[in-house]
Protein backbone atom coordinates (compact mmCIF):
# COMPACT_ATOMS: atom_id res chain seq x y z
CA UNK A 1 0.00 0.00 0.00
CA UNK A 2 1.98 2.81 -1.13
CA UNK A 3 1.74 5.75 -3.23
CA UNK A 4 -0.88 8.42 -3.34
CA UNK A 5 -4.71 7.06 -3.61
CA UNK A 6 -5.68 10.19 -4.88
CA UNK A 7 -4.24 13.68 -5.69
CA UNK A 8 -4.56 17.14 -4.05
CA UNK A 9 -5.00 18.59 -7.75
CA UNK A 10 -7.68 16.47 -8.56
CA UNK A 11 -9.88 17.37 -5.77
CA UNK A 12 -11.59 20.71 -4.93
CA UNK A 13 -13.51 21.79 -1.61
CA UNK A 14 -17.05 21.26 -1.32
CA UNK A 15 -19.36 24.63 -1.89
CA UNK A 16 -22.16 22.76 -3.57
CA UNK A 17 -25.45 21.92 -2.03
CA UNK A 18 -24.73 18.62 -2.15
CA UNK A 19 -21.44 16.87 -0.50
CA UNK A 20 -18.86 14.51 -1.90
CA UNK A 21 -17.80 12.77 0.28
CA UNK A 22 -17.88 9.50 -1.22
CA UNK A 23 -14.81 9.35 -2.59
CA UNK A 24 -12.34 6.87 -2.14
CA UNK A 25 -8.84 7.62 -1.06
CA UNK A 26 -10.16 10.88 0.82
CA UNK A 27 -10.10 12.56 3.87
CA UNK A 28 -12.02 15.92 4.42
CA UNK A 29 -10.20 19.14 6.59
CA UNK A 30 -12.11 22.65 6.76
CA UNK A 31 -14.01 21.49 3.40
CA UNK A 32 -11.32 20.60 1.60
CA UNK A 33 -10.19 17.48 0.64
CA UNK A 34 -6.94 15.36 1.15
CA UNK A 35 -5.55 12.38 -0.79
CA UNK A 36 -4.97 9.57 2.09
CA UNK A 37 -1.32 7.70 1.64
CA UNK A 38 -1.04 4.94 3.77
CA UNK A 39 2.42 3.63 3.74
CA UNK A 40 1.86 0.34 4.85
CA UNK A 41 4.28 0.00 7.53
CA UNK A 42 5.23 1.59 11.04
CA UNK A 43 2.84 2.89 13.62
CA UNK A 44 -0.33 3.79 13.10
CA UNK A 45 -0.02 7.25 13.13
CA UNK A 46 -1.51 9.83 10.68
CA UNK A 47 -0.06 13.35 9.81
CA UNK A 48 -0.89 15.58 6.98
CA UNK A 49 2.03 16.65 4.54
CA UNK A 50 0.93 19.54 2.54
CA UNK A 51 -2.12 18.94 0.71
CA UNK A 52 -1.86 14.81 1.39
CA UNK A 53 -2.63 12.54 4.73
CA UNK A 54 0.26 10.03 5.26
CA UNK A 55 -0.96 7.22 7.33
CA UNK A 56 1.41 4.70 8.76
CA UNK A 57 0.37 1.08 9.85
CA UNK A 58 -0.42 -2.05 8.37
CA UNK A 59 -4.01 -3.58 7.58
CA UNK A 60 -7.52 -0.99 6.98
CA UNK A 61 -8.39 -1.17 10.61
CA UNK A 62 -5.17 0.08 11.64
CA UNK A 63 -5.23 3.06 9.66
CA UNK A 64 -8.71 3.78 10.41
CA UNK A 65 -8.05 3.99 13.71
CA UNK A 66 -4.85 6.29 13.29
CA UNK A 67 -7.46 8.73 10.88
CA UNK A 68 -10.05 8.80 13.77
CA UNK A 69 -7.53 9.88 16.24
CA UNK A 70 -5.83 12.15 13.84
CA UNK A 71 -9.42 13.92 13.45
CA UNK A 72 -10.16 14.32 17.00
CA UNK A 73 -6.75 16.18 17.25
CA UNK A 74 -7.47 18.09 14.29
CA UNK A 75 -11.08 18.82 15.84
CA UNK A 76 -9.34 20.25 19.12
CA UNK A 77 -6.80 21.88 17.40
CA UNK A 78 -9.40 24.18 15.88
CA UNK A 79 -11.88 23.93 18.75
CA UNK A 80 -10.35 24.99 21.69
CA UNK A 81 -8.66 28.34 20.69
CA UNK A 82 -12.30 29.39 19.84
CA UNK A 83 -13.51 28.22 22.84
CA UNK A 84 -10.93 30.53 24.36
CA UNK A 85 -10.96 33.20 22.11
CA UNK A 86 -14.36 33.64 22.36
CA UNK A 87 -15.33 32.44 25.57
CA UNK A 88 -13.29 35.68 26.30
CA UNK A 89 -14.91 38.04 23.95
CA UNK A 90 -18.56 36.79 25.47
CA UNK A 91 -17.59 36.82 28.87
CA UNK A 92 -18.08 33.27 29.14
CA UNK A 93 -16.09 30.78 30.67
CA UNK A 94 -16.43 26.43 30.17
CA UNK A 95 -14.65 24.55 32.83
CA UNK A 96 -13.90 21.53 30.19
CA UNK A 97 -13.61 20.96 26.22
CA UNK A 98 -14.59 17.46 24.99
CA UNK A 99 -14.31 15.95 21.17
CA UNK A 100 -16.50 13.30 21.07
CA UNK A 101 -18.23 10.71 18.43
CA UNK A 102 -21.31 11.74 18.98
CA UNK A 103 -23.77 10.30 16.30
CA UNK A 104 -26.87 12.81 16.23
CA UNK A 105 -25.51 16.29 17.59
CA UNK A 106 -23.31 18.61 16.78
CA UNK A 107 -22.17 19.72 20.57
CA UNK A 108 -23.74 20.03 23.85
CA UNK A 109 -23.14 21.67 27.08
CA UNK A 110 -24.06 20.01 30.75
CA UNK A 111 -25.11 22.36 33.26
CA UNK A 112 -20.97 21.80 35.11
CA UNK A 113 -19.78 23.90 32.12
CA UNK A 114 -18.48 21.20 29.60
CA UNK A 115 -18.72 21.73 26.39
CA UNK A 116 -18.73 19.05 23.98
CA UNK A 117 -18.23 18.69 20.08
CA UNK A 118 -18.21 16.17 17.42
CA UNK A 119 -15.36 15.52 15.67
CA UNK A 120 -16.68 15.76 12.37
CA UNK A 121 -17.34 19.63 12.49
CA UNK A 122 -13.17 19.48 11.37
CA UNK A 123 -14.61 17.76 8.10
CA UNK A 124 -16.88 20.76 6.87
CA UNK A 125 -16.47 24.73 6.92
CA UNK A 126 -14.69 26.10 9.18
CA UNK A 127 -17.61 28.80 9.66
CA UNK A 128 -20.21 26.01 10.70
CA UNK A 129 -17.76 24.79 12.98
CA UNK A 130 -17.55 28.51 14.65
CA UNK A 131 -21.01 28.60 14.81
CA UNK A 132 -21.55 25.55 16.95
CA UNK A 133 -18.48 26.69 18.99
CA UNK A 134 -20.51 30.13 19.47
CA UNK A 135 -23.77 28.27 20.55
CA UNK A 136 -22.45 26.17 22.98
CA UNK A 137 -20.89 28.87 24.46
CA UNK A 138 -23.86 30.97 24.50
CA UNK A 139 -25.88 27.72 26.43
CA UNK A 140 -23.45 28.68 29.26
CA UNK A 141 -25.48 31.39 29.91
CA UNK A 142 -29.07 30.11 28.81
CA UNK A 143 -29.38 26.35 28.83
CA UNK A 144 -32.43 26.29 27.03
CA UNK A 145 -32.88 27.48 23.57
CA UNK A 146 -35.40 30.49 24.70
CA UNK A 147 -35.67 33.56 23.26
CA UNK A 148 -33.19 34.69 25.15
CA UNK A 149 -30.61 32.24 24.44
CA UNK A 150 -31.79 33.15 20.51
CA UNK A 151 -31.29 36.51 20.91
CA UNK A 152 -28.05 36.32 22.71
CA UNK A 153 -26.82 34.14 19.81
CA UNK A 154 -28.35 36.76 16.78
CA UNK A 155 -26.35 39.45 18.66
CA UNK A 156 -22.62 37.15 19.40
CA UNK A 157 -22.66 35.14 15.60
CA UNK A 158 -24.90 37.52 13.44
CA UNK A 159 -24.59 35.02 10.66
CA UNK A 160 -25.66 32.14 12.77
CA UNK A 161 -28.87 31.31 10.48
CA UNK A 162 -26.57 30.23 7.52
CA UNK A 163 -24.48 27.92 9.31
CA UNK A 164 -27.47 26.30 10.85
CA UNK A 165 -28.69 25.92 7.94
CA UNK A 166 -25.42 24.64 5.99
CA UNK A 167 -25.32 22.18 8.81
CA UNK A 168 -28.86 21.03 8.63
CA UNK A 169 -28.81 20.69 4.72
CA UNK A 170 -25.61 18.37 5.09
CA UNK A 171 -25.99 16.84 8.37
CA UNK A 172 -26.75 13.30 7.35
CA UNK A 173 -23.30 13.29 5.05
CA UNK A 174 -21.41 14.89 7.50
CA UNK A 175 -22.48 12.33 10.16
CA UNK A 176 -22.32 9.13 8.62
CA UNK A 177 -19.05 9.94 7.15
CA UNK A 178 -16.30 7.68 6.93
CA UNK A 179 -12.92 6.87 5.19
CA UNK A 180 -13.09 4.68 2.47
CA UNK A 181 -9.62 3.15 2.07
Request: hydrophobic share 40%; proline share 6%.
Amino acid sequence: MTGPLATPASLQPFDRPELDLARPGVVWLDGRPLGIEPTGTGRALAKQEGGRLVVGGGGRRKVIEAIGRWYRREARSRIEPLVASEGERLGLHASKVRIGNQRTRWGSCSTSGTVSFNWRLAIGRPEALHYVVVHELIHLRHHNHSRDFWAALAEAFPGYREEATWLRSHERQLLAWKPLI
